[in-house]
């Protein structure tokens, strides 16, 4: 083995440039973004992070040398001598969860973590404290409780309408398969009044929503196509509870149509016109163009008639039939507070 070919000797790797360990955790603390803040057992703040400026809205100027309740709102100043007397008895204060005040106000969930701070004889000289804000999480938890008491009480509903649709059509029905065609008409009128509102249960939206009468309107005469019924007049918000109703009623306004008045020809049309009052709405479906009605009666008969008096009275609803040369004329006229 030549010169050339002898084994170089290996060269020592460069040393890790040494570095202050309180400073490198100095930066740590500075750069979380958690509130991380010290304070003396007399409840002084001796160290405040850039995490607690962003979390309270103080500076580290305005709130070092200042009492810790700087933060704690009048109703929880309880709690600061109960964590004080923990905290020199030497325990340690795991999420608790509270509430705190921001500089400008607003007050903020969060999640408190506090520690003994001791000197290098062991002794007890302050605390360590880390915030986090759950505002968010607490929101989330609520808007999550707020979707389960809504489902629940829309089910509560539907069982409870779905009860009444089958008690009253097995009184009228003339036979299983006339109520078993009946109901489902009836359930499917439910289903798409309750498509419109459908939205509320998602994450995205916080508030339970509402739907318009016109966006009802649509819904409950979609099946029948849009050439046949026309919307005009001012529209008006109905509440999620008078929903079920107000479509069963409006359902059974387009049922008997589509048997035997307008919608049961392919010239006949159904104009549906509002006036809105501050305290009253008033509201006209009527037909034209439909088939010639011999011996024309006044309210329909049967399970459809015991329906719509029982919705009326529920919402207070006074319903006006008439016969005009072109078909009928159904009038409404109910309260505006009745149906929000």
Known sequence: MGLGDREKPATAEPASPAYDAAAFLAAIIESSDDAIVSKSLSGIVTTWNKGAERIFGYTADEAIGKPITLVIPDNRLDEEPAILSRIQAGERVDHFETVRRRKDGELIDISLTISPIRDGNGKIIGASKIARDVSERRR???????????????????????????????RTASSSDDLAASTQERLMALARAHEIT???????????????????LSNVLAPYGNRQWTLSGGDVEV???????????????????????????????????????????????????????????????????????????SLKIDIQRSWTPGGLSIQLLLPRLAIM
């Open 239 to 313: 509440g999620p509870a008078k929903i079920s109703s107000l479509a069963l009623l409006f359902h059974e306004f387009a049922t008997n149509a589509a048997k035997y008045g307008a919608l049961s020809v392919s010239e006949g049309t159904v104009q549906i016109a509002t006036a809105i009052s501050p305290d009253t709405i008033e509201l006209v479906w009527l037909e034209a163009n439909g088939p010639s009605i011999t011996n024309p009666t006044q309210a329909p008969s049967g399970f459809g008639s015991v329906l719509e008096q029982r919705i009326a009275r």
């Open 198 to 216: 459908l939205p509320s249960l998602t994450e995205q939206a916080v508030e339970v929503q509402s739907a318009t009468l016109f966006q009802l």
């Open 140 to 170: 989330a938890a609520e808007h999550r409780e707020l979707l389960l008491r809504e489902m629940h009480h829309r089910v509560k509903n539907l069982f409870a309408i779905i009860s009444s649709i089958i008690t009253l059509g097995a």
